[in-house]
Antibody, heavy 113, light 110 residues
Framework: EVQLVESGGGLVQPGGSLRLSCAAS????????MSWVRQAPGKGLEWVAN????????YYVDSVKGRFTISRDNAKNSLYLQMNSLRAEDTAVYYC??????WGQGTLVTVSP | IVMTQTPLSLSVTPGQPASISCKSS???????????LSWYLQKPGQPPQLLIY???NRFSGVSDRFSGSGSGTDFTLKISRVEAEDVGVYYC????????FGGGTKVDIK
């Protein structure tokens, strides 16, 4: 069974940092593109970043470029999102996504004074 | 690529059909002949679940009441007979370029 379990969310002040993690199991992590997608409270879905299987290609939505960094550790079957210079508008549930077909339950990030 | 869904919401009598439209600002046709358009359902309190990929292919375990069609820039998701478990928000998504989602269509039961 495919499992994606996010962690690392929480309350952080504007300008602060958080590192999200996603533990993957039940599939061959090393051959899959992985993404982070977020959903602000009561809003729609926004793709944030993705990374290719060996980590050599990374892409970001314009609003997070220069602030967020996606990475992966294939030895640990884990995906990460380092978020710096956080803003109120980054408040959202962040989902870890395998390719286009499997989503984790999400972790809530709240940016507030 | 901008994705535009209509309607914003839909109230359907159980057993009746429903249809959702999704339009993209440019063609989603890939060089391999396939089209990068997917549909998701987000049930209340849950993450999105994949229903349809590449316009018309049902994902594993998805009911055959769901079907997708379209080409180029115009796409449709149809539910042949709506059931109570189909309630939620439906999203289209393109991944021809950096992925973008439609704004969502909220479906509820009359």
């Amino acid at each position: 069974e495919v499992q994606l379990v996010e962690s690392g969310g929480g309350l952080v002040q504007p300008g602060g940092s958080l590192r999200l993690s996603c533990a993957a199991s039940g599939f061959t992590f090393t051959i899959n593109w992985m993404s982070w997608v977020r959903q602000a409270p009561g809003k729609g879905l926004e793709w944030v970043a993705n990374i290719n299987p060996d980590g050599s290609e990374k892409y970001y939505v314009d609003s997070v470029k220069g602030r967020f960094t996606i990475s992966r550790d294939n030895a640990k079957n884990s995906l990460y999102l380092q978020m710096n210079s956080l803003r109120a508008e980054d408040t959202a549930v962040y989902y870890c996504v395998r390719g286009i077909d499997q989503w984790g339950q999400g972790t809530l990030v709240t940016v507030s004074p | 690529i901008v994705m535009t869904q209509t309607p914003l919401s839909l109230s359907v009598t159980p057993g009746q059909p429903a249809s959702i439209s999704c339009k993209s600002s440019q063609s989603l046709l890939r060089s391999d002949g396939k089209t990068s358009l997917s549909w998701y359902l987000q049930k209340p309190g849950q993450p999105p679940q994949l229903l349809i990929y590449e316009v018309s292919n049902r994902f594993s375990g998805v009911s055959d009441r769901f079907s997708g069609s379209g080409s180029g820039t115009d796409f449709t998701l149809k539910i042949s007979r709506v059931e109570a478990e189909d309630v939620g928000v439906y999203y289209c998504m393109q991944d021809l370029q950096l992925p973008t989602f439609g704004g969502g269509t909220k479906v509820d039961i009359k």
